[in-house]
């Protein structure tokens, strides 16, 4: 497993995984933004040539937004999530940004417990964050 930048050949298969692990989507433009935008920080687990997961980040000054990070169904349980918030929070570091943010279903306890062992704080919630279904997210937040 390696983890790299995210490249243009990487684009489909990162919309593709957001359309299997995610009720709203991002588009495979919308990703493909990403790549350009000064902003993004967006890392991949490749196994093999395969895209096993993916973080993507957004950051303003010295503090960012973790917006999307998903493990292919058939990578799961194997701590490549654990290694992409790792890699994102390093790189991230390296630039000088010193708080991490983001948000998550109140109902995902998988991706909540992963959270809470990295070192992420719950530090708010937004009411109906989300939709299909609707439901309240939570504000966690890393110092790096």
Same mark, same amino acid.
């Given at each position: 497993?390696? #983890?790299? $930048?995210?490249?243009?050949?990487?684009?489909? !298969?990162?919309?593709?995984?957001?359309?299997?692990?995610?009720? /709203?989507?991002?588009?495979? =433009?919308?990703?493909?933004?990403? +790549? /350009?935008?000064?902003? *993004?920080?967006?890392? #991949? !687990? %490749?196994?093999?040539?395969?895209? !096993?997961?993916?973080?993507? *980040?957004?950051?303003?000054?010295?503090?960012? /937004?973790?917006?999307? @990070?998903?493990? *292919?169904?058939?990578?799961?349980?194997?701590? #490549?999530? %654990?290694?992409?918030?790792?890699?994102?929070?390093?790189?991230?570091?390296? $630039?000088?940004? &010193?708080?991490? +943010?983001?948000?998550?279903? #109140?109902?995902?306890?998988?991706? =909540?417990? @992963?959270?809470? =062992? @990295?070192?992420?704080?719950?530090?708010? =919630?937004?009411?109906?964050?989300? %939709? $299909?279904p609707r439901e309240? !997210?939570?504000? @966690?937040? &890393?110092? +790096?």
């Amino acid at each position: 497993m390696r #983890i790299v $930048k995210m490249q243009p050949e990487h684009v489909a !298969a990162v919309a593709e995984m957001e359309r299997q692990c995610f009720s /709203d989507p991002w588009s495979e =433009k919308s990703v493909t933004s990403e +790549l /350009d935008n000064p902003l *993004s920080l967006w890392l #991949i !687990a %490749e196994a093999d040539g395969v895209v !096993a997961g993916y973080v993507g *980040s957004q950051t303003v000054l010295d503090s960012s /937004d973790m917006m999307n @990070l998903a493990v *292919s169904q058939d990578f799961r349980r194997q701590g #490549i999530g %654990e290694q992409l918030v790792n890699s994102l929070t390093e790189a991230l570091a390296e $630039k000088g940004v &010193k708080t991490l +943010l983001l948000e998550v279903r #109140i109902s995902n306890e998988p991706a =909540k417990q @992963l959270y809470q =062992k @990295l070192g992420f704080e719950i530090v708010g =919630k937004r009411p109906r964050y989300y %939709e $299909k279904p609707r439901e309240d !997210a939570l504000i @966690l937040r &890393k110092e +790096l």
